[in-house]
């Protein structure tokens, strides 16, 4: 009975540490975009831009809280803050993001786009957590955060060529659309590679350590 009783606490200790890490994530990345939100030049250099960063602000906002609630049903304590774990997992984006500096719009939605790459592979390995422990619930939370995520990701693919493009108008006069229309064409189909082509790269060794 003994072991089972620890067994049953140690998995509840991993899920709610997985939790918390989660929403110490969420957290950095929604204060980040509300200074976002707070430099009037992206609402005035490019509306796409600026409604596609109050969109990720509130995601960011709704994750928190959802998470939050999962938390308190698994018996953890959301008032506890940041754990050490995910500060550390978060020290590349912190890099960027806690910079005091003018940037550039389309510097911005990269640094989201990095940081929503991290809350998705975070994402990916609570959902993995969730089933290997056998707790749908946080599987199923996780699984539908990481949607939220790929399609803002898919969208700032989108976006950013344009963005790019007004950045450079600032400077440069004179600069048409079509180039930014090329870029997206160009990138969206650099993110759809052939099966063939994904096959051949298998097919020459990719993964071994020969050059």
Do not use: C, F
């Amino acid at each position: 009975m003994k072991m089972q009783d620890d067994h049953i606490k140690q998995r509840m200790d991993t899920l709610q540490q997985y939790v918390s890490d989660m929403i110490a994530v969420e957290q950095h990345i929604g204060d980040a975009l509300k200074r976002q939100q707070g430099d009037s030049h992206v609402y005035e250099h490019n509306p796409q831009a600026a409604r596609l960063i109050q969109q990720i602000a509130s995601m960011t906002e709704q994750h928190e809280e959802h998470l939050k609630q999962h938390l308190k049903a698994l018996g953890g304590d959301p008032a506890k803050g940041i754990k050490e774990l995910a500060a550390s997992a978060l020290g590349a984006v912190a890099g960027m993001y806690d910079k005091i500096r003018t940037e550039s719009v389309s510097k911005m939605l990269r640094d989201d786009y990095t940081a929503l790459n991290l809350a998705a592979v975070s994402y990916t390995m609570l959902h993995t957590t969730g089933l290997a422990l056998q707790d749908q619930v946080t599987a199923d939370l996780a699984l539908r955060h990481l949607q939220h995520y790929s399609q803002l990701i898919m969208e700032i693919n989108r976006v950013i060529p344009h963005v790019v493009l007004e950045d450079l108008r600032e400077h440069i006069p004179g600069l048409t659309i079509s180039s930014a229309e090329q870029a997206v064409a160009n990138t969206q189909r650099a993110w759809q590679p052939s099966a063939s082509a994904i096959g051949g790269a298998a097919g020459s060794g990719m993964g071994s350590h020969a050059i």
